[in-house]
């Protein structure tokens, strides 16, 4: 990992000075380390929700989001959905470098060979209700893997990346069929990856499909804009629980759950949630603009804003071009886009949200596209983890193979009731 130590920071605490070691990053962003200020001052820092605190160093993934800038180890975003595919940019996340045409075809070839669920995993599948949300089911499913794949030394460790990146699609796919009460459709190996994944979903046995190209070509790009977004709450998620020597599985299950809430990946289904009320409602977008600005209702324009962009969002631009030219080829016609329009359009002239740096995020857009390709708005998410599955992976492989890994274990500022004796129950 590259940074260089240089210089320090003074910090004076009651008094005293203490000499806090900077580390600098490739981009010369500057982390102040505290590693040893509790126990040479007692004190700690506070930071609620980590917004100021670098956990880690990391080589993964770099953004910066007054920019609009985001890089995969090095490689710029745009440069990737361009020209890269998704199996790819999951080997150049994992393994640090683009692979050579011998490494890729291996990778491939284990992704495509490892895609069979052990056919006991179909069990756990009829005991779900079908009205269980998939992101449950998912998560549900990636800790079971555990008990059919345990873990073991570094080649078993490898094997299991493989397993998880092969297998991930195909447990989503068979959650949606659970789901709509359709038989389960079997992994091909003649498939690409993400054409065997629309093939699993939205094959039938009583009829011939072919995955339309427009529809494999945008969810690969869909999936590569998904897929690292450094230390953000499910990357985070799974170097915490990773950092305990909790096994992939159990550390992904966790960041699927993360992933799952409506202000992180659940946001796109909140996304279109919201473009159907407005819809509903007569398409008036902009009275939906005042009400994302009154402080006394709590709705928010969902879609839009960021703890790290503050600036538009590089995977947005991306996936908005990417959803016109869809719609167009499969000749679609989406009332909720031009909703989405006009509320981007009210939005980015608006005061409070130029104000705030509120701009479209990631999620804004890709809704509207996975609803083009016939996904049901319970699937997105799930989506979206299939996407990040290959971050996941890199930050917690990067997180067990750095010696500076600790467990993750922050502090609090206690505010508390002070001691005091306890009153039994017929004195109080
Ligand atoms: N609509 C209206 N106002 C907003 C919005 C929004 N979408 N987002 C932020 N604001 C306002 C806040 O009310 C606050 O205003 P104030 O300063 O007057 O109090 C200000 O902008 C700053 O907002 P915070 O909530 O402090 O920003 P934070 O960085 O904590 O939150 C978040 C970021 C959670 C993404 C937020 O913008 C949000 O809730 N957006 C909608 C949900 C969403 O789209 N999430 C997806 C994020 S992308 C991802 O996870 C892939």
């Known amino acids: 990992m590259e940074s260089v130590q240089t210089d320090t920071a003074t910090l004076t605490l009651n008094g005293a000075e203490y000499e806090l070691p900077l580390s600098i990053g490739t981009e010369d962003e500057v982390g102040v380390d505290i590693n040893t200020l509790r126990s040479e001052s007692g004190a700690i820092t506070l930071d609620p929700g980590y917004g100021n605190t670098g956990s880690c160093e990391s080589a ?78 998912l998560s549900a499913m990636v800790a079971a893997m555990s008990a059919y794949y345990p873990t073991g030394d570094e080649e078993v460790v490898d094997l299991n990346i493989i397993r998880l990146l092969a297998k991930l699609k195909t447990l989503a796919a068979f959650a949606y069929k659970k789901s709509i009460g359709q038989p389960y459709v079997y992994p091909q190996n003649r498939h690409s990856y993400t054409e065997d994944f629309l093939h699993t979903m939205f094959a039938v046995p009583s009829e011939d499909y072919e995955v339309p190209d427009v529809l494999e070509e945008a969810l690969d790009m869909l999936l590569i804009l998904h897929a690292d977004h450094e230390q953000n709450c499910s990357a985070s998620t799974v170097r915490m629980v990773g950092s305990s020597g909790a096994s992939l599985f159990a550390s992904v299950s966790a960041g699927i759950g993360a992933l799952s809430g409506p202000l992180h990946g659940g946001a796109n289904t909140e996304v279109i949630r919201m473009l159907e009320e407005i819809h509903e409602a007569g398409g008036d977008s902009s009275k939906y603009v005042e009400k ?137």
Not at 332 to 340: C, R, S, V
Not at 389 to 412: C, F, H, S, V
Request: aromatic residues 12%; hydrophobic residues 35%; charged residues 30%.
């Open 292 to 428: 994302a600005k009154d402080s006394d209702d709590p709705f928010r324009l969902m879609g839009f804003g960021h703890r790290v962009y503050k600036n538009m969002d590089p995977r947005a631009e991306i996936i908005k071009s990417t959803a016109d030219r869809v719609l167009d080829e499969l000749g679609l016609d989406d009332p909720l886009l031009d909703i989405a329009r006009h509320l981007e359009e009210a939005a980015l002239e608006d005061d409070y949200f130029i104000e705030r740096s509120l701009y479209p995020n990631v999620d804004f857009y890709s809704g509207i596209l996975y609803r083009a390709m016939g996904l049901p708005t319970e699937m997105f998410t799930v989506m979206f983890s299939m996407g990040r599955l290959p971050g996941w992976i890199a930050q917690w492989k990067e997180m067990r193979n750095d010696e500076a890994t600790r467990i993750y274990r922050p502090r609090q500022v206690y505010v508390g009731a002070a001691e005091r004796d306890y009153t039994p129950i017929e004195q109080r």
């Open 60 to 137: 993964i993934t770099f953004i910066n989001g007054e920019e609009g800038v985001l890089r995969y180890r090095g490689y710029p975003i745009g440069e990737l959905a361009e020209k890269s595919s998704f199996v790819e940019v999951c080997y150049l996340l994992i393994n640090g470098e683009l692979p050579t045409q011998d490494e890729l075809d291996d990778f491939r070839h284990k992704l495509t060979y490892h895609s069979l669920l052990h056919e006991d995993m179909k069990k756990f599948f009829e005991g779900y209700p079908p009205s269980a949300p998939p992101m449950s089911v």
